[in-house]
């Protein structure tokens, strides 16, 4: 009996092997070696505390090493959390270590981080001496140290005393002057003529206007984001250039600076003008015009800034913007209602579009299934006073009109109330007769106008170009006006195209009159736009000999005694020279 008991004891009991003790015993030595044997020699967890030479250093920064797409990153804590492998793109400084924990470093900080950095001379931890393997933080983590100091002066660009003007023939400074200088040195030594050029010249390029003294103010203010006043300050002067045989003259319009302003009266303005000229340097003794647009405060003949400025400055004419001019000839001629419900029709549906990303997107997959073609992916904004700029914007309409269309029907469909509704206000307002006609005929007239306002815009703008630019416009108009009904075929037919292009059956309808009509604007656009461009051609032109009193203004400058021969002289010299060979513009005729 006793021995059936032990055979059925044993059966519960497995005796345990001896244990080799030198066979499982751990050696972090050995471990490290067995597993950094199979490390890529790029992998930046070899080089931890240790010191680097440059030139390995460059071999690190070429050869940056990352795991690739197929490694397996190793999953750390209970949430199964690992490395993402997209991080890479999103910080271009992350590096990955398969050594030991394993985790992210930073190449830079690995390579030229001091020991201790701060204002405290802390010790540098994560990242820097050693591996970052906390996914739950990772991305506060990462862009925290995108933002610290230590971390942004691995990367600086200045240095302690990096000013003044930088010497060609010193390769290595005594002194540490900034990555900057130390690129273009490195630059100007493997010779880059153009940068060495301009290092050269660089004496010349400190004050453009000094040589020529005179000069033009142009100033515009508007709102910026903050809903701070911002007044532009630029200048137009002449600069020379010189070459081996001559010295060419060009038109130059520099920007200055943003000016804070917080008052927008005219003494304001211009007292914010004087100073801020001052405060550059620059003498505006020699100030000779002001451009400015139209408004009261600018252009006033009692308290505007002209007026306050000619005060103390008397040779400092002042020019309304041409193109601004143009701006608003055109804007008077769009009080024809049909065009001017047509273009705040197709602000609004800009605005209702681009203020979303789920409708913008909509769009988008539109033009790409129906236009795959064409250049344009989304609306441009419409501007209330550049009436000009309209076109590009209601060009680009016109071109997506079907996709603009299909996405209007998609979003009618949407379950949010604001959106479907305005969705619907908007397909039945621009699938009409109106709308579409309104359209075609303001994009083909605003064409005309495009670059008029361009070359109005340009530096070189000369006066007679652009008024010989305004009748050929005027001329083109007129004839269009002319010949109104092979002109009106022309719209007519592109607008039932457009129109068939939403609707295969539908044919442009004339609108039903259902009561007497009163105060009904039978003007055409056409005939708004040729009365509105004429305002801006001179009502009377007239030959007249000029006289050395007509020059009283600029005294302090010209010699006035001389300025009378020297003007026969140069027409002397005009008249002896065939027509052909007459320079066109002042500047040419100058320079030759």
């Known amino acids: 009996m006793a021995k059936r008991q032990n055979t059925m004891m044993n059966n519960f009991f497995i005796k345990k092997p001896k244990l080799n003790l030198l066979e499982n015993l751990y050696c972090p030595e050995l471990n490290n070696e067995t597993s950094t044997s199979n490390v890529n020699i790029y992998d930046i967890g070899k080089y931890l505390n240790q010191t680097v030479s440059n030139e390995l250093k460059y071999k690190l920064l070429v050869n940056k090493w990352t795991p690739d797409e197929t490694y397996k990153f190793p999953i750390v804590g209970k949430r199964n959390l690992k490395f993402q492998f997209n991080w890479f793109k999103r910080f271009s400084w992350l590096a990955y270590t398969t050594i030991g924990e394993q985790g992210a470093m930073c190449t830079f900080c690995v390579l030229f981080a001091r020991d201790f950095e701060g204002k405290g001379n802390h010790q540098l931890g994560i990242l820097v001496n050693k591996p970052f393997n906390n996914w739950k933080k990772a991305i506060e983590t990462l862009s925290h140290h995108s933002t610290t100091q230590f971390h942004k002066n691995k990367l600086a660009l200045r240095g302690r005393n990096d000013s003044g003007p930088l010497d060609l023939n010193i390769l290595e400074p005594d002194h540490n002057d900034g990555n900057f200088r130390a690129l273009l040195r490195m630059r100007i030594s493997c010779g880059d003529k153009q940068?060495?050029?301009?290092?050269?010249?660089?004496?010349?390029?400190a004050m453009y206007i000094s040589p020529t003294k005179s000069f033009s103010v142009l100033v515009d203010e508007t709102t910026d984001i903050s809903r701070i006043e911002q007044l532009t300050l630029c200048i137009r002067y002449i600069d020379s250039v010189e070459t081996t045989d001559t010295i060419n003259y060009v038109l130059r319009e520099d920007f200055l600076q943003f000016v804070p302003v917080h008052s927008t009266t005219g003494q304001n303005l211009a007292s914010v003008i004087i100073n801020s000229l001052q405060a550059l340097g620059i003498n505006d003794k020699y100030m000779v015009g002001q451009g400015y647009d139209g408004a009261a405060s600018m252009s006033g003949n009692l308290k505007g800034v002209q007026t306050i400025i000619r005060e103390s400055h008397?040779?400092?004419l002042y020019v309304h913007c041409s193109a601004h001019s143009l701006n608003l000839a055109l804007a008077h001629s769009c009080n024809v209602q049909y065009v001017r419900n047509c273009i705040g029709t197709i602000k609004s549906i800009g605005n209702f579009i681009k203020s979303s990303a789920m409708r913008t997107n909509i769009l988008k997959t539109k033009i790409k299934n129906i236009l795959?073609?064409?250049?344009?992916?989304?609306?441009?904004?419409?501007?209330d006073t550049r009436w000009v700029e309209n076109h590009n914007g209601i060009q680009r309409f016109v071109e997506i009109f079907q996709p603009i269309v299909e996405n209007l029907e998609e979003l009618q469909l949407v379950q949010d109330i604001n959106t479907s509704s305005k969705s619907i206000q908007f397909y039945r307002a621009i699938v009409t007769s109106e709308f579409i006609l309104s359209m075609v005929t303001s994009n083909t007239l605003f064409s005309m106008t495009l670059p008029l306002c361009k070359s109005l815009q340009s530096v070189s703008c000369d006066l007679v170009e652009a008024v010989q630019h305004i009748e050929t416009i005027l001329n083109e108009l007129i004839h269009l006006r002319e010949n109104i009904d092979h002109t009106f075929n022309d719209i007519f037919e592109k607008s039932e195209l457009l129109?068939?292009?939403i609707d295969g059956e539908e044919n442009i309808r004339i609108p039903r009159i259902v009561a007497r009509q009163q105060n009904r604007n039978a003007s055409l656009i056409i005939k708004k736009i040729i009365s509105s461009l004429c305002f801006l051609l001179p009502n009377k032109c007239t030959n007249s000999e000029l006289e050395a009193s007509d020059f009283e203004l600029y005294s302090e400058f010209l010699d006035l005694d001389a300025l009378s021969n020297e003007l026969k002289l140069w027409k002397r010299k005009w008249c002896d020279k065939p027509i052909l060979e007459r320079s066109p513009e002042i500047l040419e005729a100058y320079s030759n």
């Open 195 to 205: 940068l060495i050029n301009h290092i050269e010249n660089q004496s010349l390029n």
């Open 314 to 316: 008397p040779a400092a």
């Open 372 to 383: 795959p073609n064409t250049k344009w992916t989304k609306l441009t904004s419409m501007c």
């Open 499 to 501: 129109l068939k292009s």
